[in-house]
């Protein structure tokens, strides 16, 4: 069987890199310690090994289907619901008043890594946990009461309930309307779209955490509240929610994306979440966990393609090698010793890993920002999570895609049969730029937003973070030309960015985020070769202090190696992004006078 | 309806370009002219237009099934096979002699690019095309006579039966056994592996072109001879090929790929095709044909991708411009209008355009190769073929899976959906890098055996061709400086080529290719460069001399505006993949002790 993540890596990651322990002085995660940390990991992962990974196919070939209003989906989400709910595993970021295990995000977020790269089909728990954690924040006393528990229980599923078919990345357009009732109920009226896990059979009710306009309420995103719109009514009358569409997609199709109607008979009851016109915000307070979550996943899916991949590529024999093509009387030789593909799981391996890094880090500001006392840290960490959210959204997603295909393209033709796992990993992490806002929402986020905000302060402090990295590696010899050409990206992404911020000055917007899709990409590649130094670092000195042997000594050998293909592979790439980023050549912005097309 | 391919862009290229019909200068052409090009490209549209553009998703949806040993595939196959056999269309690159319309190579390929582009699930006549090719070139006038008109007439399904379950990327392992009878014919036994098209209900008989060892015969690639397998024999009887499996695949659904085993009862009749263990010879004649029909199937994906998401592009209201956010009364702006979308729709256009004009110089190499009678012109073309052919099979192939998934994003979450046809495209494009050689093997095939084939001639006579498009280019104020680019980039490759060569001199060939497809990628994006500056040459000519307005105008600016984004945004790439190729770290080579991945 291949392995869909590896456990080694990730105690590494968790425990040398990142010291997560470390967390635990702070007096909110005091309870945990790595005895905890790794109940958790052990037990989610006990649910991947028989619940989720065995079942991976089978989600895929038996689709939800919606026959008489009704939608049904595998049992085998029942059975996976009912396991976390029992095991308090869908709430475990909650804090112990609200039900949760009050984990660091660091911990919380790798239990969503490890649960997708077994089965990213069954996202249902991820959706119930952020839609409880908006009622857990900002709803009344009232309805925490009464919908958080069941919802973390796994009785009851959550949806987050934001696109409709006009307002899909322009949230501001929304049109759903919500009209106040005498008993301080809404009745709602509306259409959404690409509601995931928005109807199916294996729960008790659905929870919809639904944007909708109250009735004269201004326009755009200022004018746009939430409500909970429940499938069935606590009563247990059903509440004017119509599962109009179910969409046929290209993958993750697990789980059903909804295209629901409310209000068709004027009896869509709902509950305004905290106070009026406040809906985005509230949203967008949960957005940086909800988009590390969509990162998670598109990593998780490169992580599951890469150990299928390595797995083949071990057993598979073809060929010769290049320098003995014409022994026709040796054996073939397993095809993971012919250079390019070597290349191709190397850089899946620097992908996967330094992504998952990349995701960690951003987690453990969440962490930091969330559980520090000091207000000086707290807003340094909080900084730096908003500049590092929209990149972990999208290096893991975009490079992610990247990662699989390579992956697929090592079995070759077997990689196009459904004999193998490619092909549906292939089709799966394909929605994953795309969700939580498109690759090219997130690059006008990260240029546009964070890295003017503050005067430039998130960026400052990211690059004292980075800068520290360099310094500690150029304390070993080997990892010195490394420590360099770090501090040489560095330079470069400062360059690209003082020449495109006059543009952001003179209020040319447009002019500013042409290519920001461009700046993302370097960007990300820049973050990433920082973790990368930073796993290297760690590896050196524990191989100079720790002396160890056989496969540990490997282990650490080739997170060196790996470090060294990821900045002879993937960094030279940002020599070409800064060329054009600083290139005054406009082809992009519309004109009076069009092209053809 | 989105438009499949483009109509004005296939003549800008056939005639302005390329001066397609020059070539009826040449004897062997001579017959033809513009006139009956342009009946041939528009009997197959006719055909593109109404058997197989409205049937894209249906053959799709409706895969072919294997059941008691018998294959059903979708029944418009057959009135596609009947169509195209009726109208002559299926051999029409053979020779008058041959029962052809005997049109070159760079006509001929274009009829599969729009045959490809309008439903490319219906590859079946290009298989039995290549199939017919090999018994038209190579067979005796007895087999000849036998099999080439029934084929050629849609009426007998042709397959390339080479690669065997131990036996893909390394052909010389195949072990396919051929026993000579009394007779003069042979007794296979065997087993082929996705064969495509290598059974089916839609025709009268297959004709499977197979390779196999006859008893006896040497190891290795020397060892292989070319047989012609039938399922049915002459007198109709089974011939003992079992149709064992049907692979199930990612995409190209409408084709079955087929695992078949030959020899079961003893009972498997073959023919050779011309001389013992020259089988593989035969087809690698064939393979520059084969390798430049994968890369118009790759090119003709994306430009029906390019061609649906453009439409929506154009159709989609989604906010508003960047530099007026806030004007929430003004309505919603066509998403072709944000400069991300423009650049993703430009990024298809300039891949899709730049990858058919490649295709079509290789093609024409063909044409002069095969009809000139100048030993020394036919020499330079031909040398031109082999060098390009790898490079058209490449750059169309990797980079319109690129242009498909940009084609995808544009429509966000409703490209993810079964609703538009982007998601199956991106799912049938992924086979396009893997058949008829891998991007592996087509990077060691370029920089291994055409860069330093006959000392480096090929690479002279394209290099001079491409210095005569920058002298022309020269001549034109506003194309200069992207002929001063083009220089460059030739300078750079050049200098990438002296820094690798030294390996080959020392025998290291393993170090010498092991970063063949970055130089693959390199030579791919430099000689798309040199297409579209050509293209953008005889734009700015023709606005010079011919002053045309309208939407002529805009065709040939946008020419010139696509060249430049090629330039801005492409071409930059070569920096970081020059900067790898010349780094002296070696990373992917095994060695003794190797790391752990």
């Known amino acids: ?17 990142f010291n997560a322990t470390e967390l635990t002085h702070y007096p909110y995660y005091s309870a945990h310690d790595r005895e905890t940390f790794d109940m958790t990991i052990d037990a989610v992962t006990q649910i991947g090994d028989t619940i989720m990974f065995p079942h991976f196919r089978d989600l895929d070939r038996n689709q939800p289907e919606l026959k008489n209003g009704k939608v049904t989906v595998h049992p085998k989400v029942g059975e996976y619901l009912k396991a976390m709910g029992d095991a308090g595993l869908i709430g475990t970021g909650f804090s112990f008043e609200d039900g949760g295990q009050q984990l660091p995000e660091i911990v919380n977020s790798i239990l969503g890594f490890i649960l997708m790269a077994a089965n990213n089909g069954m996202m ?4 119930t946990s ?15 009461q009464t919908y958080v528990e069941k919802m973390l229980g796994g009785k009851w599923q959550g949806t987050m309930a934001l696109t409709e078919p006009q307002a899909g990345s322009s949230l501001s ?23 995931s896990a928005g109807d199916h059979d294996q729960c008790e009710n659905i929870i919809h955490l639904m944007l909708a306009r109250i009735d004269g309420a201004p326009k755009g995103t200022k004018g746009i509240s939430l409500f909970i719109v429940p499938k069935y009514r606590l009563d247990g009358t059903e509440n004017d929610v119509t599962s109009t569409g179910i969409y046929h997609k290209l993958g993750q199709r697990g789980v059903p994306a909804m295209h629901l109607t409310m209000g068709d008979r004027d009896d869509c009851h709902g509950w305004l979440v905290g106070e009026p016109h406040r809906g985005l915000n509230y949203m967008f307070q949960m957005m940086n966990e909800a988009r590390i979550g969509v990162g998670m996943t598109g990593v998780a899916i490169a992580s599951a393609a890469y150990g299928a991949s390595l797995q083949y590529a071990k057993e598979r024999p073809q060929s010769r090698r290049l320098n003995e093509k014409s022994a026709l009387d040796s054996p ?3 095809i993971i010793q012919h250079p390019d593909v070597k290349r191709m799981l190397l850089l899946q391996k620097a992908i996967v890993e330094g992504s998952l890094s990349l995701l960690m880090e951003t987690a453990r500001c969440t962490d930091i920002a969330h559980a520090s006392e000091d207000p000086e840290e707290k807003e340094k960490y909080h900084l730096m999570l908003e500049l590092l959210t929209p990149v972990a959204k999208t290096y893991p997603t975009e490079m992610g895609m990247v990662a699989v295909s390579n992956g697929l393209q090592v079995l070759g033709g077997y990689g196009f ?19 939580e806002g498109t690759t090219g929402i997130q690059s006008q986020d990260l240029l546009g937003r964070k890295m003017t905000m503050k005067g430039g302060k998130p960026a400052q402090y990211l690059f004292g973070e980075v800068a ?45 985020l042409m290519d920001a899709t461009l700046y993302m990409e370097m960007f990300g590649i820049s973050t990433v070769a920082w973790q990368w130094l930073k796993q290297a670092v760690v590896a050196q000195r524990t191989i100079v202090t720790q002396n160890p042997d056989g496969e540990e000594l490997a282990f650490y050998e080739g997170k060196i190696h790996t470090m060294k293909f990821f900045f002879h592979y993937e960094v030279p790439k940002t020599l070409g992004l800064a060329v054009r980023l600083k290139d005054n050549e406009v082809l992009t912005i519309a004109t009076e006078k069009e092209v053809i097309l």
Chains 1, 2 share one sequence.
């Open 1 to 17: 069987m291949a392995q869909y993540y590896s456990r080694r890596n990730l105690n590494f990651l968790l425990y040398e890199v």
């Open 124 to 127: 249902y728990t991820g959706l």
């Open 130 to 144: 952020g839609a409880a954690r908006l009622i857990a924040s900002f709803a009344s006393e009232e309805l925490k």
């Open 173 to 195: 357009d929304i049109t759903t309307s919500a009209t106040p009732q005498a008993d301080g109920s809404y009745r709602i009226k509306g259409q959404k779209v690409f509601i």
């Open 332 to 334: 073939q030789i397993p």
């Open 417 to 435: 049969t459904e004999d193998f796992p490619l092909e549906q990993l292939y089709r799966d992490i394909r929605i994953t730029p795309i969700y």
């Open 468 to 512: 520290k990295t360099i310094a500690e590696a150029e304390n070993h010899e080997t990892l010195k030309p490394y420590a360099q050409k770090l501090k040489a990206e560095l330079a470069r992404l400062q360059e690209v960015t003082m020449a495109l911020m006059p543009f952001a000055m003179q209020g040319d917007i447009e002019r500013f």
